[in-house]
Structure formats: structure tokens, C-alpha cells
């Protein structure tokens, strides 16, 4: 029988949770790395041992982690990112121009097929690669030297690329977003990049409909259909079916199109999930109660899912990289909150359960499936 | 023989005791750093910014309870520090952890919060 690892990423470490394929009872490990904030961790898919972790605090800065057990020994690795070639300006809150420094390591996406390769996003907004298991890193710089990247003003939390997303059908293609640039196409490997943000609408940038300047919050792929994205914008839910040539919007019938996650059903490409936050100065979910939102029509038609989710006082947020799901056969969700909650469904969301009540507030959570 | 008395995380993401001992000739500021990040290359961009290789802003140096954190990194330390009498002590802030950074700093004004 398999194994399924979650990897929790916190505002005080790291918690590693295992379970059998039944997914009824976790061990849970940690903290790792405590009183260091745990932006995201992810384990190889070409080789579920080999995790990576984006480290930092405010104190010292960042530390890339890398273990190949697992995550039950640890290595700090190269923490060097440095911007390539000349470092320009991107705009700062106030509107004034403001010089690229590096902050931190938002998100680290491992390459589908070697291990040793991984993709760091970071703010402020670059794209980085490691070809030696995170031992060097180099910027991708034509990101960062897109003609408009002048323009890029941060989302409140920075200037941070925090979503990263590889093309499994065809090579070198994949896809980034920043926050508040928006989503970025490239066809080769990262080398060039386009704006891919048609159809998007923003009542809070000036030109509503603008190439760039939209604050996307997460983008997700199903893997079976790469040309099919879904996005959790600042306000919206977009998809796209054309490779983000455009975007339509299929908030339908939410309570609230606001939100960070959104998720996709690991053999339904067109079952995805979104937890609906209040409102961009609420940031905790609607009326109480943590409802996870799912569509089984690819977005539209929405049912809240309640089973085993607090529906009294409850005022969580749920960040960007805290869902994640698995293949098992019945697939699982699993999502943690800004108060420190861990839920899990093994059956796709019909019901929930309570993995960790008093973390740290969660910033990422991902599912492994170990042979 | 320097002395330096490291804080908790950086301890225990060095692997290394509260107090590292280095030997270092013509001790400043500069040379403990180096040395200490040669012997602990972990600690690269932790205390010092990798790119400029100045003082992380809520990283500061203490020694013979004076505050030697904005001293010139190439001064010679004082005698009780270069003989080993006294520790030098590298300390993470009060105003630490995932606030704002100081007026004036590299990342002012940033909330250091992906809440948003």
C-alpha cells in the first residue's frame, strides 16, 4: 500500500503528516526548522524523497533546505539569488520607482522529470532555476527585462512571482504569475516570456482590462489537459482553454469570487475547488463558516462543501499555496489556515477532517503519494 | 582566539555550539564574519546581505554591552574582543521576525505577510 505525505509549511516551521492510502490516521512530524517561516515545500515528482524548502525570517533573511529522505534529515543549500545583468526598477506602493531587491523565496516548483532541477519564484518578482539540486541557482532574467516590467507594482504582501507551472505535454513551455503583474507564458523554457493575462478585468488598476498589472492570486493545471488553466484572481475565478491565450470568467453562482486558493480534482479535470474569502479587506471567510467551494462543471456552478468544517465563528484565511490534492483513487483535498488548521478529505470534499487544530498559521500545504 | 556567541536559529542552523571559537589575525568585524562563514558556509546571507555584504538590518553586533553594529566593518575590534577576554555577540533584533523592516532599510514598508 502507498503512502501519502503532506508537507505544511507554517509562520514556525515546517510539519511533515503521513498517513496510509486510507488517509484516516496521520502521524505528524515536527516543527521543523522552528520559528522560521516556511513559505512552501515541495517534493520532487520524479522522486517524492527529494524535498525542497524556502526558509526565511525577517532577522536572516533566506535558506533553501533540501532533503533526500523525505524530510527526515535536512541540508541547507545555496541561498544566493542574484539578479541577472542590470537590475532596474519596478514601481513601488506609492507609485514612485523603486530598485529589484531580492526578499524571499515565495514558491519552489521541483521540474517534472529531474530532481536535481527546480524552479524558485521569489520576490521581488524573478524566476530562478537550479540545475544541481538547488547547490546554484541562476536567474531567468527575461522575466524580469519584459518591457514592462517597470510598471509591476507589488500586491500587499510584495512584489512576489508565487506561482509556478510546467507544461507536461510540451517542452519548455510553462507558466508564472505575480502578484500584481499577472500571469506570464513562455515557450522556452523560461528564456522568454509574454503577458498572458486577455480577459482578465481589474476595477483597481486604472485601465481595467490592461496587458499587465492584474494581482492573480493562484493558477492551476491538470496535468491531462495543459491548455486548460484555472486562476484565483484578487476578485474572479478565470479559466482558460486556449494555453492563457484568453480568459474567461466562471465565477458563477459564489458567494464571494474573492479568494487566494483554487485547486483541481486529480482525475476530474473539470472538478475544481476555491475557498471564498469575504472580501479583499476581510480577509477571512464569509458569515463564520469555512466552506470550501467546489465545481464539477469547471467553474460556474458551485457547491459549498461543509461536512466537518467549523460553520460557527469562524474567520480564517486559507493563502495561495495552502490546498493541495491527491491521485489517490478516491482523490484527497487538504488545505490549512491563517489560524493554524490542517482539514483533509478522502473523498474529494464530500467530508472533512481536522489533521492539526493549533499550528503555527499555515502557508503551504502539499500531497505527496510515495510508492 | 575570537569568540562569538551566535543566536538560536543560526546555532542550530550551523550545527554549532553558542559559542564558536575562530582564530583570526587583525580581527574587525569583516574578518570574524569571514571567518566564521568559512567555517560555516550555511550562514552566507543570514548575517550579511549576499549581494552588498552589509549587515542584515535586524542583525546586530554587541560587545562589552556597547552596540558595534554600525561601526566601520574594516575597524579593528577592541582589544578585550581580538584577545578572547570578551564574546562578540550577534544578535537577531527585538524588532525582529516578520515585521517591517527599520525606517530607512532595504524592505521598508513591506508587510512581510503573504496575506495578501
Not at chain 1, 131 to 138: A, F, K, Q
Not at chain 1, 191 to 220: F, M, T, Y
Request: hydrophobic share 35%; glycine share 10%.
Amino acid at each position: 500500500m502507498s503512502q501519502v505525505r503532506l508537507l505544511v509549511g507554517t509562520r514556525k516551521g515546517a510539519f511533515i503528516f503521513t498517513s496510509d492510502e486510507g488517509r484516516e490516521r496521520w502521524d505528524i512530524t515536527g516543527p521543523h526548522f522552528p520559528g522560521w517561516e516556511i513559505y512552501h515545500l515541495k517534493g520532487s515528482p520524479s522522486d517524492p524523497n527529494r524535498l525542497y524548502a524556502s526558509q526565511s525570517t525577517g532577522w536572516f533573511g533566506q535558506v533553501l533546505q533540501r532533503s533526500d529522505d523525505g524530510g527526515k534529515s535536512w541540508q541547507p543549500v545555496n541561498n544566493d539569488f542574484r539578479y541577472e545583468g542590470e537590475v532596474g526598477p519596478h514601481k513601488w506602493y506609492d507609485g514612485s520607482p523603486h530598485p529589484y531587491e531580492f526578499q524571499r523565496v515565495w514558491h519552489l516548483e521541483p521540474s517534472l522529470h529531474n530532481p536535481d532541477v527546480v524552479y524558485a519564484g521569489v520576490e521581488d518578482a524573478a524566476l530562478f532555476r537550479s540545475d544541481d539540486g538547488g547547490r546554484s541557482w541562476r536567474e531567468l532574467p527575461g522575466l524580469r527585462q519584459h518591457p514592462s516590467a517597470s510598471e509591476w507594482a507589488p500586491g500587499a504582501g510584495g512584489l512576489c512571482l508565487h506561482s509556478i507551472v510546467l507544461d507536461p505535454k510540451t517542452e519548455g513551455r510553462m507558466y508564472i504569475a505575480i502578484s500584481a503583474a499577472g500571469v506570464f507564458k513562455s515557450d522556452d523554457g523560461g528564456e522568454s516570456w509574454k503577458p498572458a493575462n486577455k480577459g482578465l478585468r481589474s476595477a483597481q488598476i486604472p485601465d481595467e482590462d490592461a496587458e499587465v498589472g492584474h494581482c492573480v492570486h493562484h493558477i492551476a493545471m491538470h496535468p491531462s489537459r495543459p491548455d486548460t488553466l484555472f486562476m484565483q484572481k484578487h476578485w474572479d475565478v478565470m479559466r482558460t482553454d486556449d494555453g492563457a491565450e484568453s480568459w474567461q470568467e466562471v465565477s458563477g453562482n459564489l458567494p464571494t469570487d474573492f479568494g487566494f486558493v483554487i485547486d483541481i480534482h486529480a482525475h476530474e479535470p473539470e472538478t475544481i475547488y476555491v475557498v471564498p474569502i469575504t472580501s479583499d479587506q476581510h480577509h477571512f471567510v464569509m458569515d463564520g463558516k469555512l466552506r470550501v467551494y467546489r465545481s464539477r462543471t469547471g467553474g460556474n456552478e458551485w457547491e459549498a462543501l461543509t461536512n466537518g468544517l467549523p460553520q460557527d465563528n469562524c474567520y480564517v484565511n486559507v493563502l495561495r499555496d495552502a490546498m493541495s490534492v491527491d491521485d489517490c483513487e478516491s482523490s484527497g483535498v487538504y488545505f490549512g489556515t491563517s489560524g493554524g488548521q490542517v482539514y483533509a478529505s478522502n473523498d474529494a470534499g464530500d467530508t472533512w477532517q481536522t489533521l492539526a487544530h493549533d499550528l503555527p498559521g499555515v502557508l503551504s500545504v502539499e500531497v505527496q503519494r510515495i510508492p | 582566539m575570537i569568540r562569538v556567541i551566535l543566536p538560536g536559529q543560526l546555532r542550530t542552523l550551523a550545527g554549532a555550539e553558542r559559542e564558536v571559537q575562530l582564530e583570526v589575525s587583525a580581527p574587525t568585524q569583516r574578518a570574524v564574519l569571514d571567518a566564521l562563514e568559512e567555517r560555516y558556509p550555511m550562514l552566507l546571507g543570514t548575517i550579511r546581505d549576499r549581494v552588498t555584504g552589509r549587515r542584515r538590518p535586524l542583525v546586530r553586533f554587541y560587545a562589552l554591552e556597547e552596540d558595534y553594529s554600525d561601526e566601520e566593518p574594516d575597524a579593528p575590534l577592541p582589544e578585550e574582543v581580538a584577545s578572547g577576554k570578551e564574546p562578540f555577540l550577534i544578535i537577531g533584533a527585538m524588532s525582529g521576525g516578520s515585521t517591517p523592516s527599520p525606517p530607512g532599510r532595504a524592505g521598508e514598508g513591506r508587510t512581510g505577510t503573504p496575506d495578501a
